[in-house]
Nanobody, 128 residues
Framework: QVQLRESGGGLVQAGGSLRLSCQAS????????MGWFRQAPGSEREFVGAINWSGDGTYYADFVKGRFTISRDDAKNMVYLQMNSLKPEDTAVYYC?????????????????????WGQGTQVTVSS
């Protein structure tokens, strides 16, 4: 069983930055690919980016490339989403998710079905 808990959301002005954190439980965290998704009101949950189990591979949605960065610290069972140059359209609930297939190479696949554990989400609001 894997439990995920996001934190770090809040209200920020356009152009500002936030760092979201995802605390994971479970002994096999270091073998999991991890993803970030977001869901705005009235919209589908969409892929933001992901990092592979070894931390040396990342993949991002086009709309965040160059602005968002995903990293992980396996010693702390943590995954981070650094968000810079935030825009009002980035306003959403952000979720982290775990692909618990060990050593999976699927981190570049944006489908929600690749992830089997989800956090409860953290709200990010970007004001104009």
């Amino acid at each position: 069983q894997v439990q995920l808990r996001e934190s770090g959301g809040g209200l920020v002005q356009a152009g500002g930055s936030l760092r979201l954190s995802c605390q994971a439980s479970g002994r096999s965290f270091s073998s999991f690919g991890m993803g970030w998704f977001r869901q705005a009101p009235g919209s589908e949950r969409e892929f933001v980016g992901a990092i592979n189990w070894s931390g040396d591979g990342t993949y991002y949605a086009d709309f965040v490339k160059g602005r968002f960065t995903i990293s992980r610290d396996d010693a702390k069972n943590m995954v981070y989403l650094q968000m810079n140059s935030l825009k009002p359209e980035d306003t959403a609930v952000y979720y982290c998710a775990a692909d618990s297939l060990p050593y999976s190479g699927n981190y570049y696949l944006p489908e929600k079905a690749n992830y089997d554990y989800w956090g409860q989400g953290t709200q990010v609001t970007v004001s104009s």
